[in-house]
């Protein structure tokens, strides 16, 4: 079964790109990657998902190498409202759905 | 679109006794899952529900189960409550592929 890890905590200031990162051992080819933001006392809020290379929104850019023993959330020019814990998901497709978030990324951003 | 609704926000309960959750998912989701957030064990996945059927299944006691109607809302029940239950229980939906899905802001149990 796939195990997610990703750093504790990282501080960034207004303006910069940040970049998440995610480790994932075990994932099989047709496994999806999705990441989400949660605010204290709120469900996790969709950021953005992909499974191969390199998928971009409006708000943020998913790369994934070609091994997808890793993904890297990319924010850019972070604001003092993109303060929260970011979670990667794992999703498991092996004819049924599983689900395997990640430990969790505290994300503070300074003025 | 109106997103996820649980019901209610807070519960506060006593050992020993049992709980029903409630989730409404968004409009023509017909995937609902269920999760269970704790600062020590972080969020983890408890069942999904598609069709009425469980479809999916995390490592939780069987006191932990769950139903979907026909209109795709769900429930989650927890029996003989436990201090170690205490949670912020999360549901999400989805569309029929199962992802990505969509939270709402979940059901804070709090057990004494």
């Known amino acids: 079964l796939a195990k997610t890890t990703q750093p504790i905590s990282m501080d960034s200031y207004e303006g910069q790109e940040v970049n998440i990162t995610c480790s994932h051992n075990?994932?099989?080819?047709?496994?999806?990657i999705t990441w989400y933001q949660q605010f204290p006392s709120q469900g996790p809020r969709f950021i953005i998902q992909?499974?191969?290379t390199k998928v971009t929104n409006e708000v943020a850019s998913l790369f994934i190498p070609a091994d997808r023993k890793s993904s890297t959330l990319s924010l850019p020019r972070v604001s003092l409202s993109d303060t929260a814990v970011y979670y990667c998901?794992?999703?498991?497709?092996?004819?049924?759905?599983?689900?395997?978030f990640g430990t969790g990324t505290r994300l503070k951003v300074l003025a | 679109k109106a997103g996820v609704t649980q019901t209610p926000r807070y519960l506060i309960k006593t050992r020993g006794q049992q709980v029903t959750l409630s989730c409404s998912p968004i409009s023509g989701h017909r995937s609902v899952s269920w999760y269970q957030q704790t600062p020590g064990q972080g969020l983890q996945f408890l069942f999904e529900?598609?069709?009425?059927?469980?479809?999916n299944k995390g490592n939780f006691p069987g006191r932990f189960s769950g139903r979907q109607f026909s209109n795709s809302r769900s429930e989650m029940n927890v029996s003989t409550l436990e201090l170690g239950d205490s949670a912020l229980y999360l549901c999400?939906?989805?569309?029929?592929?199962?992802?990505?899905?969509?939270f709402g802001d979940g059901t804070r149990l709090s057990i004494l």
């Open positions: 075990n994932i099989a080819t047709n496994d999806y």
């Open positions: 998901l794992v999703v498991l497709n092996s004819g049924t759905y599983k689900y395997i």
């Open positions: 529900y598609f069709s009425e059927t469980q479809r």
């Open positions: 999400a939906s989805s569309d029929d592929r199962g992802q990505p899905q969509h």
């Open positions: 992909g499974y191969k």
